[in-house]
């Protein structure tokens, strides 16, 4: 924030001795129109003779962070827990979905790939044990959100996941009728 100077009618304008920041951005200068049109600057060390704003000019960063949230469904099967995140870079304006995001299969689950990272879609575990938080889950059908990567670094898309529900059915048979 940079407080408004007040001068009166008669004194000479004064640039502002606060460095201009604003996160994502860089300082462009002081123009007299909203839109910051080149030839449009405003020139300090002059009178004015009427209430004038000027404006401030703002440069998006090329590059920006984004995150990745990712939610495994709960034991109840009735909301989700966080599970893992991810921070990355990108380029300003793109989706963060179709820049760090994949999707496949292994067998009937589906996993996402965030950067080289694998998360769910696990159908096996040779040794009967695993390490892996994602075993038993897979990516809860069409429900990635997306987001552009914005300057600032607030973009956040969220990928959720689903238990992989089994029904086992256990059946009595008797082989005589006596019993």
Not at 91 to 106: D, H, K, P, Y
Request: aromatic share 14%; proline share 2%.
């Amino acid at each position: 924030y940079n407080a408004p100077q007040f001068i009166y009618k008669g004194d000479v304008t004064v640039e502002p001795t606060v460095e201009m920041t604003r996160f994502g951005y860089t300082f462009g200068g002081w123009y007299t129109d909203a839109a910051c049109t080149e030839g449009n600057q405003f020139e300090f060390g002059k009178e004015i003779e009427a209430k004038t704003t000027i404006y401030a000019k703002w440069i998006a960063n090329e590059k920006a962070n984004y995150t990745v949230l990712i939610w495994k469904q709960n034991t109840s099967l009735n909301g989700y827990d966080f599970a893992a995140s991810y921070v990355g870079e990108g380029t300003v304006g793109n989706s963060i979905v179709s820049s760090a995001i994949t999707t496949g299969t292994t067998g009937n689950l589906t996993y996402v790939t965030v950067d080289g990272t694998k998360y769910g879609g696990i159908t096996s575990v040779s040794s009967g044990t695993t390490t892996d938080p994602f075993t038993g889950f897979t990516l809860k059908s069409g429900d990635i959100t997306d987001a552009n990567i914005t300057p600032e670094g607030d973009a956040v898309v969220n990928v959720y996941f689903d238990r992989v529900v089994y029904t086992l059915k256990l059946y009595l048979t008797r082989t005589n009728s006596s019993g």
